[in-house]
């Protein structure tokens, strides 16, 4: 047995039930012990799954890092040969690449193959004021500015006449996808404030790492379960 197949997306046409560690077809249109190899993934009704063993042409049983699944039924999906060697968390962010993905604008996967996307992170930089006129707010007692997630936090900067003026960041968080978006404390004040929020370090940026390269044979075969991180 390999350890990495040349398939990102092999359909499946049958449905499937799941039940603890088993998934099984609820018909005879596939024949896993054709499709499947143990070490594969197996893709149903979008969550990924490792397939630990066959059961003749119609039946799998999952690798024990799934723990106790289902009952689900008439789910339907594909077959991922992803390097074997990975675990169901390390699989997550790694991506098959074909030859037209290799020519996307911003990829950074300069072979077809097996490739892992590791993104970035970083704090928030500044919060600025996007849109004056902000008053009545106690300069002594100045607003927190609550952010949605992450784990930033900040004051908000006042002057003498009242008016919010600025952020102060006192904690940038951590952030790797998504921007938090920042709300400056309302309380005994008038005209709501907007806020920019600009983001620091690495954050949304990707690292292209490219696990196996596959032959000039296997590149227009792989085929694209998700075209999502690749998109042309």
């Known amino acids: 047995m390999s350890t990495h197949g040349n398939k990102d997306f092999l359909p499946l046409t049958d449905t499937y039930y799941i039940l603890d560690t088993v998934v099984g077809q609820e018909g005879t249109g596939d024949d ?53 060697v990975l675990s169901l968390s390390e699989r997550a962010t790694v991506y098959g690449v074909d030859a037209t993905e ?19 992170s970083g704090p928030v930089l500044s919060v600025a004021v996007a849109v004056a006129g902000a008053t009545g707010y106690d300069p002594d007692n100045p607003p927190p500015v609550v952010f949605s997630s992450g784990g930033a936090s900040g004051i908000a900067t006042i002057n003498s006449s009242g008016e919010l003026t600025g952020v102060t960041v ?25 806020t920019v929020v600009t983001m620091g370090g690495r954050f949304g940026r990707k690292l292209y790492e490219t696990l196996t390269v596959l032959s000039d044979n296997s590149k227009a075969t792989m085929g694209d379960a998700e075209n999502t991180e690749f998109d042309v």
């Open 170 to 194: 006192s904690d940038g968080g951590l952030y790797s996808v998504t921007a938090p978006t920042a709300t400056v404390g309302a309380t005994g004040a008038t005209g709501v404030q907007a």
């Open 102 to 120: 290799m020519g996307a604008t911003g990829i950074g996967a300069a072979h077809a193959g097996w490739v892992d996307v590791i993104t970035g």
């Open 32 to 84: 896993l012990s054709v499709l499947a190899d143990p070490g594969d993934s197996i893709v149903l009704n979008g969550n990924e799954y490792v397939v630990a063993a066959i059961i003749g042409a119609t039946g799998i049983t999952l690798t024990t890092e799934h723990g106790s699944t289902g009952p689900i039924t008439g789910a339907t999906g594909y077959i991922q040969q992803k390097p074997k």
